[in-house]
C-alpha cells in the first residue's frame, strides 16, 4: 500500500492558499486516479483505490497543519504503514514557486505540519515533496503569506507544479522514491 498525504487547512477560506498546495496536488490525483476522497476517518478525509496493481491511499488531514501529524499516525497504525510507503506532500518558503523538491528523510525546517509528522511518527526518515510557493516580498508576516491567495501569474505556474507533482506521485507507484527523486530533482 502507498499512502499519499496532502498538508494544508480544512475549510474554505482557506482554500487555493500556498499553505493548501498538498490538498490541490491530492484533489488533482484523486481526479486523474478516479479515487474518490469519500471517507471521513483517522482525523482526516480520503480515499482508496488501486493503481498499477498497487493499494493507494490519498489522505487530506483535517486537523489543520500544526497537527497533521495526528492524523498521518492514526492512517499509519491503523493500516500497519512502513515509512517508506508514505509521501507528503507540502509548500516550502525556500524553493521558488515554480519548484519541486523530493526528499527522503530532513528536518521541518520550520514548517509546523512536518514538525507535527516527525514528532507523531518518530522519525525525519520518510518520502516527502515540497512544493515552492516562495517568500514574501518586503516585510509581509509569513503566517500572512502562506494563508494569501496566488496572484494569477502565480496560480498559473502552480498548474504546472501541481502536474509535475501528480507525474512523481505517478511514478513513485512504479519504482521506488529514489529513483524518482534522482530523475524529478534533475
Request: aromatic share 8%; hydrophobic share 35%; proline share 3%.
Amino acid at each position: 500500500m502507498k499512502i499519499i498525504i496532502g498538508l494544508g487547512n480544512p475549510g474554505r477560506q482557506y482554500e487555493k492558499t500556498r499553505h493548501n498546495i498538498g490538498f490541490e496536488v491530492i484533489d488533482a490525483l484523486s481526479d486523474k486516479w478516479n479515487i474518490q476522497l469519500d471517507q471521513a476517518k483517522h482525523k482526516g478525509i480520503y480515499g482508496t483505490g488501486v493503481k498499477n496493481g498497487e493499494k493507494i491511499l490519498l489522505l487530506k488531514p483535517l486537523t489543520y497543519m500544526n497537527l497533521s501529524g495526528e492524523s498521518i499516525a492514526e492512517v499509519m497504525n491503523f493500516y500497519k504503514a512502513d515509512l517508506q510507503d508514505i509521501v507528503l506532500l507540502y509548500d516550502d518558503l525556500d524553493l521558488p514557486v515554480g519548484k519541486i523538491r523530493l526528499r527522503q528523510k530532513g528536518s521541518a525546517g520550520g514548517h509546523n505540519g512536518i514538525k507535527s509528522a516527525i514528532a507523531h511518527l518518530g522519525s525525519q526518515e520518510f518520502n516527502r515533496i515540497r512544493i515552492g510557493i516562495g517568500r514574501p516580498a518586503g516585510r509581509m508576516p509569513v503566517t500572512d503569506y502562506v494563508l494569501g491567495r496566488f496572484t494569477q501569474e502565480e496560480w498559473n505556474e502552480m498548474g504546472k507544479v501541481i502536474e509535475k507533482t501528480v507525474d512523481a506521485c505517478d511514478d513513485w507507484i512504479q519504482r521506488p522514491f529514489l529513483q524518482v527523486m534522482n530523475d524529478f530533482n534533475k
